[in-house]
């Protein structure tokens, strides 16, 4: 075998070996969330308190992202990588092994130190293993790894836990991660350390993680505290706290000869549309997922691995479609291809507003489901080919960090204002309904305050007491609960739509007219 098809056939191996660390990385965000009943029920607690299992791995990914992003810079992408997944393994194992809520919790931060080293570095090291055309179609698989493993969380989570329980789906990284860092180890090469000789940027890493910090907390407080107003101080107190810190970032980084950070990427159009798409993506498919997800368990009855799989007419859509995004990526422009994909995910959630009614049957979700993971896709892939077309060799880990972190803060922002928008049309409803029922009973008073206390997704528990109520109230109360509920779900899927539409015709006016392989191709 000829020195050249070696190195050809070992640089597609490292692209399988990184895409399997992707696909760890971003898996772990989801993967939970059908698993937490499990949970719950093993730490004996509640629903509320076993929920940090996600926030504490959501909040230190999008903090260390762009931290880990810039020493992968100065001291090597591929040593980082191989240190980011030392520590998401043993992480793994902590979490699997874990006797308590809080060592779990403690697991999963670390965990997360990792895991967003496994996805700023891989999107770069990608980057510099293929040239021109190889390149679009490597960043096109990558990004459909990056697709599937977001949302094919509920169907891996549910068999891995109703099988063999709920440390499974973290005992599952352990050979995985193993397997990807030897292969990592022997395929891909190191990258120049573009910061060699560099003084770490203390302040911008502070400032920049404790920014990030602050914005994502103060939206978990929102999405916990529903009925809080945004001027609380519970809340208020960390999105001031952000934006401060924010600008103390900025000023700091411009002042510093070689910052963290390097401003002038925001002043670039395209870089700007690419984290609008990207976050408009975690907001708009990511965020509104875990409404389907929550809905199928609650209102629809279905188990763990029963939502996973009746999610599959979305989510298989990521592993068909990487060899097509990157065929497109060298055929025609990014900027109108993403568009009529971001429309055409709009659509999808459109046609889920419309099933949303209390006759509602999973037949009608499934051509939703179809259209949303078409549009999912196709951007997610493009998108990362997108927001690399005019970066330089030395920027590309700070903007593939700079892009998850907008998708992280996006599925943040849309989990917050994708449950008011809910929770306010729910309220509504239940309102109007109450105020023209003409009955005082002490347990419809109860029903009554227990729904609107206990919000959307606890409603069809609730309606399964037992009220001591005439028979014709009790039916007429349980089919204005669950109209109330559809009612808050068909506006999560408007909200979601009109997220995806304005995405849509910003990037639109933002981005590159040409091909992304052609601007990768010159770097």
């Known amino acids: 075998m000829s020195n050249t098809v070696r190195s050809n056939s070992r640089k597609w191996w490292a692209l399988f070996a990184l895409s399997l660390g992707v696909f760890m990385s971003l898996l772990d ?19 509320s308190n076993v929920q940090w299992v996600i926030s504490a791995y959501t909040i230190s990914y999008a903090v260390v992202i762009l931290i880990v992003a810039k020493l992968g ?59 021109g055309k190889e390149r679009g179609m490597a960043l096109g ?43 990592v180890y022997f395929t891909t090469k190191e990258t120049p350390k573009y910061g060699e ?42 999105l001031i706290a952000a934006v401060v810190l924010l600008l103390a970032f900025i000023v700091v980084e411009s002042r510093i000869e070689k910052p963290m950070m390097d401003l002038s990427l925001f002043k670039n159009k395209n870089f700007v549309g690419s984290i609008i798409v990207a976050f408009a993506l975690g907001s708009g498919v990511y965020a509104m997922q875990i409404f389907i997800t929550s809905m199928m368990e609650n209102a629809l009855s279905y188990a763990a691995f029963e939502t996973g799989l009746r999610q599959v007419p979305m989510t298989i859509w990521s592993l068909i479609l990487g060899p097509v995004a990157g065929y497109l990526t060298n055929k025609f422009s990014n900027r109108r291809t993403i568009a009529i994909n971001l429309l055409v995910g709009a659509v999808g959630l459109i046609l889920f507003a419309n099933a949303m009614t209390t006759r509602l049957s999973y037949q009608e979700l499934i051509l939703p489901l179809i259209l949303l ?15 690399l077309a005019d970066a330089k060799p030395d920027e590309i880990g700070m903007v593939s960090g700079l892009v998850n972190v907008f998708m992280q803060l996006g599925t943040s922002f849309g989990v917050v204002i994708l449950g008011l928008s809910q929770s306010r049309a729910y309220d509504s409803h239940l309102h109007t309904f109450f105020n023209s029922l003409d009955v005082h009973l002490p347990s419809i008073e109860k029903i009554k305050n227990q729904l609107l206390a206990e919000g959307p997704f606890s409603s069809h528990s609730i309606m399964s007491q037992d009220i001591n109520a005439p028979m014709v109230i009790v039916k007429n109360v349980q089919h204005a609960a669950s109209k109330a509920f559809y009612a808050g779900m068909n506006s999560v899927m408007l909200v979601s739509a009109s997220i995806l539409t304005f995405a849509a015709v910003l990037e639109f006016f933002l981005l590159k007219d040409g091909q992304a392989a052609k601007n990768l191709e010159n770097n």
């Open 141 to 183: 698989i990558l990004g459909s790894v990056m697709g599937i493993s977001t949302v094919s969380g509920p169907l891996i989570g549910g068999i891995l836990s109703e099988s063999f329980g709920w440390p499974s789906i973290f005992y599952v990284n352990i050979p995985i991660g193993i397997l990807a860092g030897i292969l």
């Open 73 to 131: 810079d100065m001291y090597g992408r591929k040593r980082i990588y191989l240190i980011s997944m030392v520590i998401f393994v043993l992480a793994s194992a902590i979490n699997g092994l874990a006797p308590s809520l809080l060592i779990l919790n403690i697991g999963r931060v670390i965990q997360a130190f990792g895991g967003a080293g496994l996805m700023s570095l891989a999107l770069a090291l990608v980057a510099s293993l293929f040239d």
């Open 197 to 238: 000789g560099q003084k770490i940027d203390f302040w911008g890493m502070i400032l920049s993680s404790t920014a990030i910090f602050s914005a994502v907390y103060g939206l978990i407080q929102k999405e916990n505290h529903a009925q809080l107003s945004w001027l609380d101080p519970q809340i208020a107190f960390w």
């Open 29 to 47: 965000v989801t993967i939970v969330n059908v698993a937490l009943p499990i949970m719950a029920e093993s730490f004996k607690t509640n629903f």
């Open 373 to 387: 993971g078409i549009s999912n896709g196709l951007v997610n892939p493009l998108l990362n080919n997108a927001a």
